[in-house]
C-alpha cells in the first residue's frame, strides 16, 4: 500500500489538532488515518487524506470486535512505509506494528514507546497542534509558520445548505452574529454565566448556540431569556461540520475549553476561550488569528487536573465562578474590535 498512516484515536479536538501534521504529511505521498467514528466526521473531506480508517472503540458489539476489524482493514492495507503515532496508548502501538511500517514515530513520554522505533520529545510547552505536526519533522527543523500549524476542516456544500436553512427558519439571514459554545464533557469547565452573557450581547448582535444534545437546558435557557428570532439555537442540530460552518459565519465566539474551541481555530473565527481548572499553557489555546484568553490567574489552586474534574475538589469552583459576564464581555470587545494598526 505504502504511504503514511496517522493513529490518531483520542478526543475530537485532538484529530482537528492532527490536521496539520496530515497537511505536512500530504506533501510527502499518501496518507491514511485511523480514527473513532466521531474524528473521522470531523476529517470528511479533507483533501489530504487518502482513506479514513475507523476504529470504534465503544461500538455495539463492544471493543473487542472494533479492535479485529480495525486489524483485518490494516491487514489488508499494509504494509505502510511510515506509522505515526498522534495517539501514544499501547494498543495504538499493537496497531502501528500491525500495519507492517518499518518506521513507527511517537513521543518518548508515551505509554506504548516501547513499541516505537523513533521517539520524539514531548514539548509540554508548545501548543499541542504544533507538537502532532513536529513528529513529521526531525528534531533541528525550523519552527513552524502559523499557516503550517493552522487545523483545517472542510464542510460540504450540504453542511452549508444546512446551515443556510437553520439560519433561515431562525429569522434571520444576513444580521451579524455571535456564537456562545456553553458545553463541556468536564463539569468544572463549564462557564456558568452564558446567559447573561447573551443578553449582554443581544443588543448588537444575534446569539448562535452551539454544542450537543447535551447541552439542551443550557441552550433553552438562552433562548428563553432572549427576544424572540435573536437566537440561532443549533443545539443537538447539527452534523459536526455543519457546526464548524455555521462558527465559521459568527463574528466570534466564545468557548470553554473544549472542541468548539479547535473548530474555531480550523474556521479562522475569532475567538475568545473561558479556562477553568485548565491553562491554555497545556498546549490548546485558540489559534485563530483574533483570540483572546480568560482565566482566573491570581487563583493557586489553578490548574488542579489536566482535563478538568467532574467537581472542584475544593468545593467552591472559584476558577469559573469569579469570572464575570462583564469581564468576559469586556474582552470579547477587544476581540471584536482589534486595535487599528498606526
Ligand atoms: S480546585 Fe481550583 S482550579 Fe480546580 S476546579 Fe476548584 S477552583 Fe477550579
Not at 9 to 16: A, E, K, M, Q, W
Not at 216 to 233: C, D, E, K, Q, Y
Not at 337 to 342: E, T
Amino acid at each position: 500500500m505504502g504511504g503514511s498512516l496517522v493513529i490518531q484515536t483520542s478526543f475530537l479536538g485532538d484529530v482537528i489538532l492532527t490536521t496539520p501534521l496530515i497537511a505536512e504529511l500530504a506533501q510527502r505521498g499518501p496518507v491514511d488515518v485511523l480514527v473513532t467514528p466521531g474524528g473521522a466526521a470531523a476529517l470528511a473531506n479533507n483533501p489530504d487524506i487518502r482513506t479514513t480508517i475507523r476504529y470504534d472503540k465503544r461500538g455495539t458489539y463492544g471493543a473487542a470486535l472494533g479492535t479485529w476489524q480495525t486489524i483485518k482493514e490494516l491487514r489488508a492495507r499494509r504494509p505502510y512505509a511510515a506509522a505515526y503515532l498522534a495517539q501514544g496508548s499501547f494498543r495504538s502501538g499493537v496497531l502501528a506494528m500491525l500495519t507492517g511500517a518499518k518506521e513507527r514515530i511517537g513521543f518518548a513520554s508515551s505509554t506504548g514507546r516501547t513499541l516505537y522505533t523513533t521517539q520524539l520529545p514531548y514539548r509540554p510547552e508548545r501548543h499541542h497542534a504544533e507538537r502532532l505536526w513536529s513528529l513529521a519533522m526531525s528534531e533541528c527543523a525550523d519552527p513552524p509558520s502559523r499557516d503550517q500549524i493552522r487545523p483545517r476542516l472542510y464542510p460540504s456544500d450540504e453542511d452549508r445548505r444546512t446551515v443556510d436553512a437553520l439560519v433561515r427558519q431562525t429569522g434571520g439571514t444576513s444580521e451579524p452574529f455571535v456564537a456562545l459554545a456553553p458545553g463541556s464533557a468536564w463539569g468544572t469547565k463549564r462557564w456558568p454565566y452564558y446567559v447573561e452573557l447573551a443578553k449582554r450581547l443581544s443588543d448588537n448582535y444575534r446569539i448562535a448556540i452551539i454544542g450537543s444534545k447535551a447541552d439542551t437546558a443550557v441552550a433553552a435557557a438562552i433562548s428563553v431569556a432572549l427576544p424572540p428570532g435573536m437566537v440561532i439555537n443549533s443545539v443537538g442540530l447539527l452534523p459536526l461540520l455543519a457546526s464548524a460552518e455555521l462558527i465559521g459565519r459568527a463574528q466570534a465566539i466564545v468557548t470553554n475549553d473544549s472542541a468548539p474551541q479547535h473548530l474555531a481555530s480550523a474556521m479562522g473565527t475569532p475567538t475568545l476561550t473561558i479556562f477553568g481548572p485548565t491553562v491554555p499553557e497545556f498546549g490548546f489555546g485558540p489559534l485563530a488569528e483574533r483570540s483572546a484568553v480568560a482565566g482566573h490567574d491570581t487563583l493557586s489552586c489553578r490548574p488542579c487536573d489536566r482535563h478538568g474534574p467532574r467537581r472542584c475538589p475544593l468545593g467552591h469552583w472559584r476558577c469559573m465562578r469569579e469570572l464575570s459576564p462583564e469581564y468576559i464581555s469586556s474582552l470579547l470587545t477587544e476581540v471584536l474590535n482589534p486595535p487599528v494598526p498606526v
